[in-house]
Nanobody, 122 residues
Framework: QLQLVESGGALVQPGGSLRLSCAAS????????IGWFRQAPGKERERVSC????????YYADSVKGRFTISRDTAKNTVYLQMNSLKPEDTAVYYC???????????????WGQGTQVTVSS
């Protein structure tokens, strides 16, 4: 079965850290542009970070630059989003998406995960 599965979401205090995982089954993530997106209640979906297929160059939204790091473990067929210095405004459902081809970010994703909830609150 071809799918993406996110995990790692949790309730964390402001200033804390989380690592989200996006595991692929049935296909190799190395051949896909992978993006992390988030959507908070009442807000539009926001692109957070991406990693290019192949060479692995990265993109970060201004709102997370310097705090979040995206990485890919080819052996585990998993992409991670390390989130540090979390703020209440980072609260959202986080999704990963994959689009095949030599792109930095998915534009029309072939696959979406089911999402994982991140809540930043004291």
């Amino acid at each position: 079965q071809l799918q993406l599965v996110e995990s790692g979401g949790a309730l964390v205090q402001p200033g804390g850290s989380l690592r989200l995982s996006c595991a692929a089954s049935g296909f190799s993530l190395g051949n896909y542009a992978i993006g992390w997106f988030r959507q908070a209640p009442g807000k539009e979906r926001e692109r957070v970070s991406c990693i290019r297929s192949g060479v692995g160059s990265t993109y970060y939204a201004d709102s997370v630059k310097g705090r979040f790091t995206i990485s890919r473990d080819t052996a585990k067929n998993t992409v991670y989003l390390q989130m540090n210095s979390l703020k209440p405004e980072d609260t959202a459902v986080y999704y990963c998406a994959a689009e095949q081809g030599l792109k930095l970010c998915p534009i029309v994703a072939n696959y979406w995960g089911q999402g994982t909830q991140v809540t930043v609150s004291s």
